[in-house]
Nanobody, 124 residues
Framework: VQLVESGGGLVQAGGSLRLSCALS????????MGWFRQASGKEREFVAS????????KEADSVNGRFIISRDNAKTLLYLQMSSLAPGATAVYYC??????????????????WGQGPQVTVSP
């Protein structure tokens, strides 16, 4: 399985950006999917996740209400719509695929595949 992200870049504070993640070499509906991010000098942290069917999602408190995760299994695409961006959102964003027996995942420990991580930079 390979994950290829697109949509990163530079945006001004208050703006919006959408990340996409294309899965190949597998069936998207077989995986719980998620987004994680890592800011410079910090540990990687959870952003959002979505179960295989797309009917349940979970977002980190820090992004709740501003970031929306969604998926299109027919197109094998995962999305992260980010709105009202602040400089604190500057990070490398990673798409993740895994298995989650219960709850909404994948949690970081259950990720089997990672994307390459595009840079998102939010300027003041």
């Amino acid at each position: 399985v390979q994950l290829v992200e697109s949509g990163g870049g530079l945006v001004q504070a208050g703006g919006s950006l959408r990340l996409s993640c294309a899965l190949s070499g597998g069936t998207l509906s077989s995986y719980a999917m998620g987004w994680f991010r890592q800011a410079s000098g910090k540990e990687r942290e959870f952003v959002a996740s979505i179960i295989w069917s797309g009917t349940r999602t979970k977002e980190a408190d820090s992004v709740n209400g501003r970031f929306i995760i969604s998926r299109d299994n027919a197109k094998t695409l995962l999305y992260l719509q980010m709105s009202s961006l602040a400089p604190g959102a500057t990070a490398v964003y990673y798409c993740a695929a895994g298995r989650q027996p219960s709850g909404v995942g994948p949690t970081e420990g259950r990720v089997n595949n990672w994307g390459q991580g595009p840079q998102v930079t939010v300027s003041p």
